[in-house]
């Protein structure tokens, strides 16, 4: 069976996430939680100059979402706000449906939207990041 | 003997193809499919009957009247009600605890008054006492579930006290599977004199039920986990509660005489059933209690059995598998988490080769703690359900292993 959603790079970033970690005194910070999953994305981020200097994630939940918080630290790391902004955009409008082409690891979830009932799991730790930079909600839920 | 393949021509649905594979659909514990029985029933009342109930006194509304009311009857003869004013409509079980909770809690129950549950309740058998506590300070006392899933009667009985004021508790819990002692519970409960509600969702289209036997206060089911349509479920409830307990809804059908002075209210179960009710699930709901009831009991329980065996059988022998929910007796659900791989992930994967189970807490949260899990997934089991169906799980399973290896 061929299945999309799970590639080796969801796989390999589930079992060993990438920027795994609290960032004390961070800048930024956010948490996401999808109640009905119990997913939970905790994001830290140190901006500087516009650019973010370091992110790092915390959480639990199903491969989805933990992945996907892996490999967007290793996509935003040493971007600058706007092309972070930028993939969080693309992000977005990838898993609502949109074509999008996606460069790096990103594009494991290029399918995502076939899986309806998996996009939140998807997305979660975009959200999170965006809430983080924007401070105004600091704690976020995708329900 | 059960004829599984005219069974299952009952449900067209069963033919699907999902994701270009045969669909096998093990979610019954969430909603049970629906026979051309019930459908065919609800579809004639649109289609030829189609009027509101008791108000009309043209024909149409006579026969909509008569086939709602002859529901009532079905019901009262499946769970062996004393007569049908005992059998009160509502949209499902979670409305008819609340129902209960809001009328005979509000009314009856108060500050430092014990209500007894178990810690494998449905969110719809805690929250509703939840919100009676932020009201009136009623205070909830929890049943804790043994390693195997079987309520803790020790427990239970500890728990007893002469603050114990009422008892609400499942019969089949919808995660674990476990059928629990609701004889010996009900018996308690009558020695003491305290009312006691039987959640009986998940053991309705599974077990005969009869509640003079047990003899309960009150008992609430749905229509939809028993072959009937979504939207409509039963509260039974002894006379000499339903009598003096207070509406929770006020409006047409519910009373006997309205001036702006004083509003007389109608009796048992009519003065719970305020507004148009939901007629077409009521009348899908009597299809659905006629299809239960051409079937033999005895052999409904040793086909759900045998398939629950089957399925512990196969699934055990998945490594790193582990079944949530081992009591001896068990009825419709076999839950299992697959060492760290989330529920949700093997939920996909499974569904991708058309097996359709539940992922989740099943709003059993606090359950979910006592077992120091997050989720489980959860195969539940339902008359039309065959090995072949157990074996496409395993296979789905095995993949997931394979994926996650």
Redesign the interface.
């Known amino acids: 069976?061929k299945?999309q959603?799970?590639q080796q790079t969801v796989?390999k970033h589930n079992r060993d996430p990438r920027n795994y970690g609290v960032i004390e005194d961070c800048s930024h910070h956010a948490e996401g939680f999808n109640p009905?999953?119990?997913d939970e994305v905790k994001v830290y981020m140190q901006v500087e100059d516009d650019l973010v200097k370091a992110i790092q994630f915390t959480g639990?939940?199903?491969?989805?979402s933990q992945a996907s918080a892996s490999i967007m630290t290793t996509a935003l790391i040493g971007k600058s706000l706007d092309e972070a902004m930028a993939q969080f955009d693309e992000f977005m409008k990838m898993a609502s449906g949109e074509k999008q082409d996606p460069q790096g690891e990103i594009a494991a979830f290029a399918g995502i939207s076939q899986?309806p009932?998996?996009v939140k799991?998807a997305v979660l730790s975009w959200q999170t990041f965006n809430a983080a930079l924007k401070a105004v909600d600091n704690t976020i839920s995708t329900e | 003997m059960l004829d599984i393949e005219k069974i299952r021509a009952d449900f067209p649905i069963l033919e699907r193809q999902v994701h270009k594979k045969t669909l096998a659909y093990l979610d019954n514990g969430a909603t049970t499919l629906k026979p051309n029985q019930v459908v065919g029933e609800i579809e004639k009342h649109y289609k030829e009957e189609c009027s509101n109930i008791h108000r009309g006194i043209h024909w149409l509304s006579e026969r909509a009247t008569e086939a709602y009311e002859a529901s009532r009857e079905k019901v009262q003869k499946l769970i062996n009600a004393e007569s049908t004013d005992n059998i009160v409509f509502t949209s499902g079980t979670t409305a008819g605890i609340n129902l209960v909770v809001q009328s005979y809690g509000r009314s009856e129950l108060n500050a430092g008054d014990e209500v007894i549950i178990s810690a494998m309740e449905h969110h719809s058998n805690i929250v509703p006492w939840q919100m009676l506590r932020e009201e009136k300070g009623i205070v909830i006392k929890v049943v804790p579930v043994l390693e195997d899933g079987s309520l803790d009667m020790e427990s239970f009985y500890n728990l007893i006290s002469e603050k114990t004021k009422f008892i609400s508790i499942m019969y089949v819990s919808n995660v674990l599977g476990t059928i629990n002692p609701m004889q010996e519970i009900c018996d308690k409960a009558n020695e003491l004199g305290v009312p006691v509600l039987v959640d009986a969702a998940q053991a309705i289209a599974h077990m005969p039920v009869d509640v003079q036997k047990l003899n309960c206060t009150f008992m609430v089911f749905s229509a939809h986990k028993m072959y009937g349509p979504t939207g409509v479920g039963v509260l039974y409830g002894k006379a000499e509660y339903l009598e003096k307990m207070p509406p929770v809804n006020g409006g047409g059908d519910m009373i006997l005489s309205v001036s702006f002075d004083k509003t007389v209210y109608n009796v048992a179960p009519y003065k719970f059933e305020a507004g148009t009710p939901n007629i077409a699930g009521v009348i899908g709901l009597g299809a659905a209690v006629d299809y239960l009831q051409s079937f033999n009991w005895q052999e409904v329980e040793a086909r759900e059995e045998e398939l629950i065996a089957y399925a512990h059988e196969k699934l055990e022998k998945i490594p790193g598998l582990k079944i949530i929910g081992t009591a001896k007796n068990k009825s419709g659900a076999v839950s299992f988490t697959m060492k760290d791989i989330h529920p949700h992930d093997i939920g996909t994967i499974v569904d991708r080769s058309g097996v359709a189970i539940r992922t989740g807490h099943h709003c059993a949260q606090p359950l979910m703690e006592s077992f120091g899990i997050v989720a489980t997934a959860r195969a539940s089991f339902a008359i039309y359900n065959t090995k072949e169906e157990v074996d496409q799980l395993a296979k789905a399973l095995e993949k997931v292993q394979e994926i996650f290896a």
């Open positions: 069976m299945n959603l799970y796989l009905l999953c119990g639990k939940g199903c491969a989805v899986f009932s998996r799991c």
